[in-house]
């Protein structure tokens, strides 16, 4: 594999804002189907890219499951979910999923309060008693922003189940469109350019293309825990290019990631090397 020549690190780098992203997933005819939404056309971010649910972690998450493993993501990526697009990864006290169809208005006004108050969530679960359904989500992978960037975010994904009897939907301002792919369909579309997403959208669906239900998927989490930690560089071609541990020219000694290595900016998309 040819060398590869790294884009000089920048004397003040932004520190990465601690995030959580939520692969909600679901079995259907084709295998294990991937919600994703679509970004506004104004967003000052990849406008029109897919990508999935997920956001800024809050000072209050950590305080609301303090025995789990990495709290403050674990929760983020739940109250994440539930005010991006309305699906409650929780549990009653007989250990129901709540149907959130038979209130729609009274959990639309708590979605809204969740989004304008993030620390509203945990009195959200207490007030209907509820608890986070742990058994529907799990760590995937970790990536962080690469140290180039101005806005950088150091973001745990997660995988999801989705809740017996709930339906996710974008909310119209940040995201204008959604739908339900097939994994492999997703990776395809992208190929094909039918679908833009961000090289951790891209290369997180190409790790579960080789998967055939959502069984199979949550017991292959967390897939894997090195940090995929890119460093940005230019090839032969001119060509930009992310490594990420383990590429025979990643430039850091860092425990290598499970799956795609390096990934190569060609016509304006983003392409995983194997």
């Known amino acids: ?37 679509r ?6 971010f990849m406008p029109g890219a897919y990508v ?18 990495s709290p403050a993501f674990l929760v983020a990526a739940v109250r994440e979910v539930f005010e991006e697009v309305g699906v409650l990864l929780a549990l009653d006290a007989q250990g129901n999923y709540p149907k959130l169809s038979e209130r ?3 959990w639309k006004a708590q979605q809204e309060r969740v989004h304008t108050q993030p620390e509203y969530f945990a009195t959200l ?22 140290v180039i960037e101005n806005r950088r975010f150091d973001t745990r994904f997660f995988i999801a189940r989705l809740p017996e009897g709930q339906e996710p939907l974008h909310d119209g301002y940040e995201a204008t469109d959604s739908l339900w792919m097939p994994v492999g369909q ?32 949550m017991a292959e989490a967390p897939y894997d ?10 090839d032969s071609q001119d060509r930009a290019v992310l490594l990420l541990p383990g590429d025979p020219d990643y430039p850091k000694d860092q425990p290598p990631v ?3 290595k390096r990934v190569v900016l060609e016509n304006g998309r983003w392409w995983v090397v194997q």
């Open 186 to 217: 997703c990776v395809l579309g992208y190929q094909n350019g039918e679908v833009t997403m961000a090289p951790p959208t891209m290369a997180t669906l190409v790790e579960m293309s080789g998967l055939e239900t959502v069984d199979a998927l």
């Open 104 to 106: 729609q208005a009274y």
């Open 52 to 69: 999935f649910p997920g956001g800024k972690v809050d000072r209050t998450d950590a305080l609301l499951v303090p025995d789990a493993k």
């Open 39 to 44: 970004r506004s056309m104004n967003s000052s």
């Open 1 to 37: 594999m040819e060398r590869i020549n790294l884009v000089p690190t920048p004397e003040q780098i932004a520190k990465p804002r601690l995030a959580a992203t939520v692969i909600l997933v679901r079995d259907g005819a084709q295998g294990p189907e991937a919600f994703l939404m």
């Open 125 to 146: 679960l207490q007030e209907n008693g509820l608890t986070i359904a742990t058994e529907l989500i799990r760590p995937w992978t970790w990536w962080m922003t690469p």
């Open 225 to 234: 825990a090195a940090m995929r930690f890119p460093f940005f560089g230019q």
């Open 258 to 260: 499970r799956g795609p």
